[in-house]
């Protein structure tokens, strides 16, 4: 059974870059895209973007100059960069695996919380 | 950018009665409609894709409908694990794919 786990610093200082990593397991990541999507507390949720396995990218235009999304086949990872971060940007950021570029998300990660503050 | 517009915010309904969700989108998005449901503390679980196909694992209760514009998530006779928040997502026209706001199913 496929599962997705995110991980990376839980609390990042305004101005600086967040970064996380969604790490695959049961499965390869061949084939497959990732998306990653994000839940200020208490609020819905918005797209970031997604890469596929071959680093191909599409970005949200409201993030795309502060995102980068790349990929590690060998370690089966995915990861996610946003820069110049801001508090509005404290959020649970999700990765979702999927198998078309636009698709509906059916394999979730559980989340991990960002927050950002001084 | 197409806007989702879920009503009701938040809907009251009794245990063992159906509830009936609305998402509409600013712009035809055909079929390519999903709804999730999120329970507190957890991440969104797919119910629903392509408008009205039940993802693997969802009961029966939960049914979609719609295609265009306007789209409705129903819940037949209501268990207690079904109250939740549940969204529409469009992925037709991207970027960006969008979400709806979400409507709140509470307990009556």
């Known amino acids: 059974q496929v599962q997705l786990q995110e991980s990376g610093p839980g609390l990042v200082k305004p101005s600086e870059t967040l970064s996380l990593t969604c790490t695959v397991s049961g499965a390869s990541i061949r084939n497959y895209y990732c998306s990653w999507i994000r839940q200020p507390p208490g609020k819905g949720l918005e797209w970031i973007g997604y890469?596929?396995?071959?680093?191909?990218?599409n970005y949200n235009p409201s993030l795309e100059s502060r995102v980068t999304l790349s990929v590690d086949t060998s370690k089966n990872q995915f990861s996610l960069k946003l820069s110049s971060v801001t508090a509005a940007d404290t959020a649970v950021y999700y990765c979702?695996?999927?198998?078309?570029?636009?698709?509906?998300?059916?394999?979730w990660g559980q989340g991990t919380l960002v927050t950002v503050s001084s | 950018e197409i806007v989702m517009t879920q009503s009701p915010a938040t809907l009251s309904v009794s245990p063992g009665e159906r509830a009936t969700l609305s998402c509409r989108a600013s712009q035809s998005v055909t079929s390519n409609l999903a709804w999730y449901q999120q329970r507190p503390g957890q991440a969104p679980r797919l119910l629903i894709y392509?408008?009205?196909t039940r993802a693997t694992g969802i009961p029966a209760r939960f049914s979609g409908s719609g295609s265009g514009t306007e789209f409705t998530l129903t819940i037949s006779s209501l268990q207690s694990e079904d109250f939740a928040v549940y969204y529409c997502q469009q992925y037709n026209n991207w970027p960006p794919i969008t979400f709806g706001q979400g409507t709140r199913l509470e307990i009556k």
């Open positions: 890469i596929y396995y071959s680093g191909r990218t």
């Open positions: 979702a695996r999927h198998y078309y570029d636009a698709s509906s998300y059916s394999v």
């Open positions: 392509g408008a009205s």
